[in-house]
């Protein structure tokens, strides 16, 4: 049997119609068609990998987002700011934010503001601790609602860069404008594979102590 | 928003809509997971949104972009230095890939073999680096010809054919191992 022939019963050979004889003696035979199975193999297998869908809701967003009007272009390299970010500045409310299951299952933390008309602006600083394992690279995003705004960065909605983080506490500390009723915050790390995210409702009146559920830096179980 | 912004908003939206969900499954077999593939997919359509005077007029647009999403992909992985595939501090398998694929007219023993099956192919792709993987799901599973992924994955021909020659080596040794294929 020619290996054009037996390529042509390999395709065609079925559960109910499997390799001849002869085939099969081709087959023990011939290495350039047992490699020719072995990939034939290997592709259905690699093939028969079912991957989901989108969700309909994500693709609408991304689309929308995607096309958000931005006044300045997004540039994804903000060493000074990772820089700043790395500084132990201690000003204002801090906030912590561990891999718990407190925060991951209960209500979202808020803050609130001393009261103010909702048309004026006030500044917040709001401050998050990341601990990291070991010294390391990651890259930090944060998304801000329409009505909050990252001082020196106006119009800018979300940014991303890369920050070095020591081991141990890592302090995050952004301000803030927050416009009328204020929004969500959202803040995403990726590092050492894993990608950590919280979210925040940062409103406009009254400042509040923290919520007493929020998880404290030094609890061994919130350590990432 | 300005008029003249919805307008191209609205041309854009309406250009990407017929490749929107096979961009996704695309971005799915790159990453591995759910939430990678929405993070590849969303800062795809900023990029298509950037460059959309450049591909809107083409006869096909699908082919840049392709060009755009594995190029990113592989841009975006060496910068994070991410770790491909299921990352078990975020999503669980059974959660996110074994309930999305059982099949309700299935048998328990059938649907868990075939699940199985699935999670071993991940695995397999995990050991890939990220363009070997780019390789394999452009020529291998989505059944693009080596010349067409030399075009997208802007490399040469001989090098994408040795690449992929390890590639199905790694591969075959690793589903074979598993026993779940061969």
Same mark, same amino acid.
């Given at each position: 049997?020619?290996?054009?022939?037996?390529?042509?019963?390999?395709?065609?050979?079925?559960?109910?119609?499997?390799?001849?004889?002869?085939?099969?003696?081709?087959?023990?035979?011939?290495?350039?068609?047992?490699?020719?199975?072995?990939?034939?193999?290997?592709?259905?297998?690699?093939?028969?990998?079912?991957?989901?869908?989108?969700?309909?809701?994500?693709?609408?967003?991304?689309?929308?987002?995607?096309?958000?009007?931005?006044?300045?272009?997004?540039?994804?390299?903000?060493?000074?700011?990772?820089?700043?970010?790395?500084?132990?500045?201690?000003?204002?409310?801090?906030?912590?934010?561990?891999?718990?299951?407190?925060?991951?299952?209960?209500?979202?933390?808020?803050?609130?503001?001393?009261?103010?008309?909702?048309?004026?602006?006030? /500044?917040?600083?709001?401050?998050?601790?990341?601990?990291?394992?070991?010294?390391?690279?990651?890259?930090?995003?944060?998304?801000?609602?329409?009505?909050?705004?990252?001082?020196?960065?106006?119009?800018?909605?979300?940014?991303?860069?890369?920050?070095?983080?020591?081991?141990?506490?890592?302090?995050?500390?952004?301000?803030?404008?927050?416009?009328?009723?204020?929004?969500?915050?959202?803040?995403?790390?990726?590092?050492?594979?894993?990608?950590? /995210?919280?979210?925040?409702?940062?409103?406009?009146?009254?400042?509040?102590?923290?919520?007493?559920?929020?998880?404290?830096?030094?609890?061994?179980?919130?350590?990432? | 928003?300005?008029?003249?912004?919805?307008? @191209?908003?609205?041309?854009?939206?309406?250009?990407?809509?017929? *490749?929107?969900?096979?961009?996704?499954?695309?971005? *799915?077999?790159?990453?591995? $997971?759910?939430?990678?593939?929405?993070? +590849?997919?969303?800062? =795809?359509?900023?990029?298509?949104?950037?460059?959309?005077?450049?591909?809107?007029?083409?006869?096909?647009?699908?082919?840049?972009?392709?060009?755009?999403?594995? $190029?990113?992909?592989?841009?975006? *992985?060496?910068?994070?230095?991410?770790?491909?595939?299921?990352?078990?501090?975020? =999503?669980?398998?059974?959660? $996110?890939?074994?309930?999305?694929?059982?099949?309700?007219?299935?048998?328990?023993?059938?649907?868990?073999?075939?699940?199985?099956?699935?999670?071993?192919?991940?695995?397999? +792709?995990?050991?890939?680096?990220?363009?070997?993987?780019?390789? @394999?799901?452009?020529?291998?599973?989505?059944?693009?010809?080596?010349?067409?992924?030399?075009?997208?994955?802007?490399?040469?021909?001989?090098?994408?054919?040795?690449?992929?020659?390890?590639?199905?080596?790694?591969?075959?040794?690793? =589903?074979?191992?598993?026993?779940?294929?061969?």
């Amino acid at each position: 049997m020619q290996c054009t022939e037996a390529r042509s019963k390999l395709n065609t050979a079925t559960s109910e119609q499997p390799y001849g004889v002869e085939l099969r003696e081709h087959l023990a035979s011939c290495q350039l068609c047992q490699c020719y199975v072995e990939d034939e193999q290997l592709t259905r297998a690699l093939q028969s990998w079912q991957v989901p869908g989108p969700d309909q809701a994500f693709l609408q967003q991304a689309m929308l987002r995607a096309t958000r009007p931005i006044r300045n272009s997004a540039t994804r390299k903000w060493s000074w700011l990772a820089a700043t970010a790395a500084s132990l500045a201690l000003v204002g409310v801090l906030l912590s934010w561990m891999y718990s299951s407190e925060l991951k299952n209960g209500p979202l933390p808020h803050l609130q503001m001393a009261d103010a008309p909702s048309t004026q602006s006030v /500044q917040r600083r709001v401050s998050i601790v990341i601990y990291s394992g070991d010294e390391q690279d990651a890259e930090l995003s944060i998304a801000l609602a329409e009505n909050l705004e990252l001082e020196g960065f106006a119009g800018q909605q979300t940014l991303t860069w890369n920050a070095h983080l020591t081991k141990g506490e890592n302090l995050l500390s952004l301000p803030l404008l927050v416009h009328g009723e204020g929004g969500e915050l959202q803040v995403t790390s990726r590092f050492a594979g894993r990608k950590h /995210q919280v979210q925040l409702k940062v409103e406009a009146p009254r400042i509040k102590p923290l919520d007493s559920g929020i998880a404290k830096p030094n609890r061994p179980e919130n350590r990432v | 928003m300005t008029d003249d912004q919805q307008t @191209v908003s609205t041309r854009f939206a309406q250009a990407l809509k017929p *490749y929107a969900a096979d961009i996704y499954r695309t971005a *799915y077999r790159l990453t591995g $997971n759910r939430t990678d593939a929405q993070d +590849l997919v969303q800062e =795809l359509f900023i990029k298509l949104f950037q460059q959309f005077d450049s591909w809107s007029g083409q006869p096909e647009p699908v082919q840049w972009i392709r060009r755009v999403l594995y $190029n990113l992909h592989i841009d975006l *992985y060496r910068k994070r230095r991410h770790i491909h595939g299921i990352d078990p501090g975020t =999503l669980h398998p059974d959660e $996110n890939i074994l309930d999305s694929l059982a099949s309700t007219s299935e048998g328990p023993d059938h649907a868990a073999e075939r699940a199985k099956q699935q999670l071993s192919i991940q695995h397999a +792709l995990n050991s890939l680096d990220v363009e070997q993987r780019a390789l @394999v799901v452009l020529h291998l599973i989505e059944g693009h010809t080596l010349e067409e992924a030399s075009a997208v994955l802007l490399t040469p021909l001989g090098t994408l054919k040795s690449r992929l020659h390890r590639c199905k080596i790694k591969l075959r040794t690793l =589903l074979k191992k598993d026993g779940t294929f061969f």
